[in-house]
């Protein structure tokens, strides 16, 4: 990234200089930054391109100053039907609300172009801070955030791997830790099932981490056995019976998360494969789900409630104080449950 | 309810007519509207009472007036934590999006002096319009509605149960089909775990529904069989467990949602009671949980994402025709899973 200010002569750069830039007039930058959709889709791209060629800075401009407190927080996270997300939210809109403070939530579907357009929608309205989730979006969203001096915290993310403020967990290690727990056990043969890893570091971590501690035990993971789905229970059915039609077959699955680990329990019911006498499986999340579920998951307990009510806190005292607080690191708990048994004991 | 626009005399009341009568100074009449949350409570529901009585309409003095929207809607649901809020809620969001609207969103826990709350807070903030779950709340809450004239709809309820625009369906039809199938199955002896009706017409609705099928058929749901509990998996696990572990007990359960059901199915297990051959349990929502668990649950199926998207585009036409939409009635469907067994079947 380049200079935060980084207009090129030390002066502030003024919206003609962007709409120049642009080939536009200022009439239509204005519209283009204030996301009221009247704007093409290029016309806009090009304002932005501009915006952070030349480090302009819209609050400059009258646009929401810390003075001008809005009272409310946006988030935007990949969707609220995902249990993990809601409990965060939850918690965010809870210690929100005894600060008299609303929650705008706006939803991106694991979509970087979806989270920009969001962004840009949230600033416009003058949000006095942003909850965002993970560390992959591009240059323009985080130039966005910048220039606007808007108060963000990322979410769920190692914050080992951000140089923003971050409220997560060390998902690499979270993930190896299962896998160890699994080689253990007496497994060799084990398969992941991961989630989409493209633009989801969570997702990325996850694989990195088991495939780090199989590594050091001088296993490989094949790659017919590491298979990338949406988080759903249905994507994790229908990857698990790819993997258990086939020989040889795995005895354990590790699943990047609990709803695609029901999916693999679903599966292997259906195949007539006894969960955990003939396989072994493992979750991530440790939602409801995980122990609603038969046999109950073993799975990584992640305290999404404190996430959300940490990143809450952590934004008023920086909004109240202007003072950028530090990251933090939540630890995980690996959960034993009866979904991982010992090889040895399958085998007899 | 008294005449919409009550006030006394014929002219439109003035904020030193609600000061006088609530004993307050104009100013903390104008604070305590605007939710800023220095108003004592008490000095607060004066102020409330005063304006209900008086019909006074803040909109006059200055604040959100048709012509001047702020493109937000507002959501007060009892929690984000149940995927049926969480489902429609991202419907919700979702559809306003198209129409570059955020959604602000708050929540009750089932509690109508927090909805009320909440309600005030949004309305402060001047939304366009809103979304609410369930007929039951205050007078003053609905009387707040009314002299701000913010176009709301009503989620989940069965729209002839109201006067309001209302988006959901017949609980007590569904609950009382529920309840025909698993008599038609050869039951008996049946039990209910409820949520908690007081102050939630759906849980009244579906408690109603199943007592009125098994009534029909000359049987009576006892009182130590009628369980009303928190919407959770332990508080399903723990009420069966009140159930089962009884002389005599049911041969089916019948839950007021698929959450109560899993903790249920969790329950039987550990007391060695197998599902369906020695217990037939049935859920409500046909949430992802229902097929997730074993055995998949028979429920019943409600268009949770329909319900939100369907609010979005009843109250955006509101917002911009400025005319009151219908109300919304959606079929539900049930859905026969292996949860729900023949008795005659069971008992060979």
Known sequence: ?????????????????????AGVSTATVSRALNATGRVREETRLAVERAVAELGYTPNFGGQALASKRTNTIGAIIPTMENAIFARALQALQETLSESNVTLLVATSH?????????????????VDGLALIGIYRSEIAYRLLDTRRVPFVILWSDPAQSTHVTIGFDNQAAASDVAERVIAAGHRQIAMISGIRDGNDRAEARVAGVAAAMQAHGLVLPNNWLIEIPYT????????????????????????????AAGVLRAARELDIDVPSQLSVTGFDDIELARAVSPPLSTVHVPHRRIGSTAARLLMDWIITGNRPNSVTFPTAFMARESLQRLEVAVT
């Open 233 to 260: 229970l249905d994507d994790g059915e229908q990857a698990a019976r790819q993997i258990l039609t086939k020989t040889p077959r795995p005895t354990a699955i590790v699943c990047a998360n609990d709803v695609i």
């Open 110 to 126: 694991y979509s970087p172009q979806r989270e920009e357009a969001q962004l840009r929608s949230l600033l416009a309205r003058g």
């Open 1 to 21: 990234m380049n200079d935060r200010n980084g207009n090129r002569n030390g002066t502030h750069p003024k919206i003609e200089d962007v709409a120049r830039l």
